[in-house]
Structure formats: structure tokens, C-alpha cells
């Protein structure tokens, strides 16, 4: 093999094994919410705080 053929071989693997971990990341478990969705979720309420807090008067 050519060093560029194994450099081409090598970003087919890092690409099958990016969208695994991304598909872990996303695919809910035991029809339970997703990791993606609980961090979404926490970061909505997070956000939902902060603007509350600066809402109020000093």
C-alpha cells in the first residue's frame, strides 16, 4: 500500500468510529431520553436560570 492510500484508509476509520460514539450519544436506552436530550434538557433549565437571575433587580 501507498502512504496515501493508508491515509485514506485511516479517515474511513475515524469516521466509522466518530458516527458510533455520535449514535451512542444520540439513540435513547431503554425508551429512556437520549444522553444528547438530558444534556440539551440541562443546559435549556441552566439557561432558564441564568436570564431569571439577571432579571432581577439589583
Do not use: C, N
Amino acid at each position: 500500500m501507498t502512504r496515501i492510500t493508508q491515509r485514506g484508509q485511516s479517515m474511513v476509520e475515524y469516521l466509522v468510529a466518530g458516527a458510533i460514539v455520535v449514535a451512542l450519544i444520540a439513540w435513547p436506552i431503554d425508551g429512556h431520553e437520549s444522553a444528547l436530550a438530558l444534556m440539551l434538557d440541562a443546559i435549556r433549565v441552566a439557561y432558564h436560570k441564568f436570564i431569571a437571575a439577571i432579571s432581577l433587580p439589583q
